[in-house]
């Protein structure tokens, strides 16, 4: 079983920049895909993007496409979430998880190992 803490959340003006980390422990991430997903007051949990086991594909959500990357370390057992050009309609807490088979799904039942979540708010 894996364990996944996110970190480097906060508050930030709208056109900033926020790094986020996922790190895990309990084993190794070598093996598999990883996700971010992000879910605001009232609302679902929505995907955000995603990345294979190697880093060499990537998938993202419509509206973060050209200002949020993806990446990992899996020497660091970490995954990052860049986050650049933040929107007021970016608040929300970040979550990242496991993907179940491998995938670069973008539905939450895909995934597990859920992190506790780290908060980003942007403020206008």
């Known amino acids: 079983q894996v364990q996944l803490i996110e970190s480097g959340g906060g508050l930030v003006q709208a056109g900033g920049s926020l790094r986020l980390s996922c790190a895990a422990s309990?084993?190794?991430?070598?093996?598999?895909?990883m996700g971010w997903f992000r879910q605001a007051p009232g609302k679902e949990r929505d995907f955000v993007a995603a990345?294979?086991?190697?880093?060499?594909?990537?998938n993202y959500a419509d509206s973060v496409k050209g200002r949020f990357t993806i990446s990992r370390d899996n020497a660091k057992k970490t995954v990052y979430l860049q986050m650049n050009s933040l929107k007021p309609e970016d608040t929300a807490v970040y979550y990242c998880a496991r993907a179940r088979m491998g995938g670069l799904g973008v539905s939450p039942s895909m995934y597990d190992s859920w992190g506790q979540g780290t908060q980003v708010t942007v403020s206008s």
């Open positions: 309990g084993r190794t991430l070598g093996s598999d895909a």
């Open positions: 990345i294979s086991w190697s880093g060499s594909s990537t």
